[in-house]
């Protein structure tokens, strides 16, 4: 008589009640969790936690230092990127005591046969 339009599967969980007396809402998402899970569910567990160590700011001095590092590193590195970027400063970046030197050569021997029909070449020396 009834019985069987009643729903067997709901899940009833107990109200619970902290120390202070104030209700445990993270009753519901602790539910088919292990008691050793960490569950974070008040919106406090995402402050950091300081553990009664004061952050205070760095003196004038420190942040002096730190700028003029910060601004010599990406000066070395703006640098090294401008000067690789120079079309005839690219043999000098890689090494090489002197810019290479471009000679015209004109082989002795003209015609279609010959050197795929160019009549002149430009050699890097």
């Given at each position: 008589?009834?019985?069987?339009?009643?729903?067997?599967?709901?899940?009833?969980?107990?109200?619970?009640?902290?120390?202070?007396?104030?209700?445990?809402?993270?009753?519901?998402?602790?539910?088919?969790?292990?008691?050793?899970?960490?569950?974070?569910?008040?919106?406090?567990?995402?402050?950091?936690?300081?553990?009664?160590?004061?952050?205070?700011?760095?003196?004038?001095?420190?942040?002096?230092?730190?700028?003029?590092?910060?601004?010599?590193?990406?000066?070395?590195?703006?640098?090294?990127?401008?000067?690789?970027a120079l079309p005839n400063k690219v043999a000098i970046a890689n090494g090489q005591k002197e810019p290479p030197k471009y000679v015209r050569?004109?082989?002795?021997?003209?015609?279609?046969?010959?050197?795929?029909?160019?009549?002149?070449?430009?050699?890097?020396?």
């Open positions: 008589m009834g019985l069987e339009d009643r729903d067997t599967n709901t899940k009833v969980i107990a109200m619970q009640v902290d120390s202070h007396g104030k209700v445990k809402y993270d009753a519901l998402v602790r539910q088919g969790h292990g008691k050793d899970r960490i569950i974070y569910s008040k919106p406090t567990d995402l402050l950091p936690k300081t553990d009664g160590v004061e952050l205070e700011k760095p003196d004038e001095e420190a942040v002096k230092k730190t700028t003029e590092d910060t601004r010599n590193a990406l000066e070395k590195l703006i640098n090294a990127k401008i000067s690789a050569y004109t082989p002795s021997q003209q015609g279609v046969a010959y050197n795929s029909g160019a009549k002149q070449r430009i050699i890097r020396w």
